[in-house]
């Protein structure tokens, strides 16, 4: 892959550049990063160009989807000089690493709610309504996420602040409710013994 990157210095000293870093993020994790040593000045009030040639051929081991994409310029003491961020298509692999980590939400998620409906169906759960809303809270943190992965590898939207938060925070707070109303455990009538036997000599 042939990258191309463009400097501006805006100030009024020269500025080295070392390294060029790619990466790409979603859910505060880094889930590839490649820096290329690209040493070049860039001379003040002027901009620099330059290409390198970039080996991705491991990436589609690591992402699959939409990614924030984050392309830095770095000095030779590794302090961000620039940096821009786009969205980058990986056509990787479900079982890349991002992949795998989506499925492992997936799994997590299906038994966060098979267990908290189980605990429901047996009249497990607390007495008090919010442990019980608490119960359900992990199910719908699980549910965000993994509307979140699904949207990104299917290429819809990807997983930035502006599209986690709504997804995690709505699906968490609808699982909130969901146990908030859930029935008293010693609600169900067919608990309670009615009959009544009567005796006559």
């Known amino acids: 892959m042939k990258v191309s990157v463009t400097v501006r210095n805006d100030t009024d000293t020269v500025q080295r550049v070392k390294i060029v870093r790619l990466s790409g993020t979603a859910l505060a994790m880094t889930f590839f990063a490649y820096d290329t040593t690209v040493p070049f000045d860039v001379p003040a009030k002027q901009t620099v160009t330059r290409g390198f040639p970039l ?3 491991d990436l589609g081991s690591q992402a699959i989807g939409l990614l924030p994409t984050k ?6 003491e590794r302090d961000v000089l620039a940096e821009v961020e786009v969205t980058g298509d990986v056509r990787g ?3 890349s690493v991002y992949g795998v980590f989506g499925l492992a939400v997936l799994v997590l998620t299906i038994l966060s709610w098979l267990g908290a409906l189980i605990a429901l169906a047996r009249r497990r759960l607390p007495a008090n309504r919010w442990q019980r809303a608490m119960r359900f ?12 992965f699904s949207l990104s590898v299917l ?11 709504p997804f995690i925070v709505g699906a968490a707070g609808a699982a909130l409710l969901l146990g908030y109303l859930t029935p008293h455990p010693g609600d169900a009538s067919s608990d309670v013994d009615t009959t009544t036997t009567v005796r006559l000599t």
């Open 137 to 148: 809270l992990p199910a719908g943190i699980g549910t965000g996420l993994v509307a979140v």
């Open 55 to 57: 080996d991705l051929s």
């Open 93 to 95: 692999s479900l079982w």
């Open 71 to 76: 392309v830095e310029v770095l000095t030779p």
């Open 155 to 165: 290429r819809f939207v990807p997983p930035s602040p502006t599209a986690e938060i």
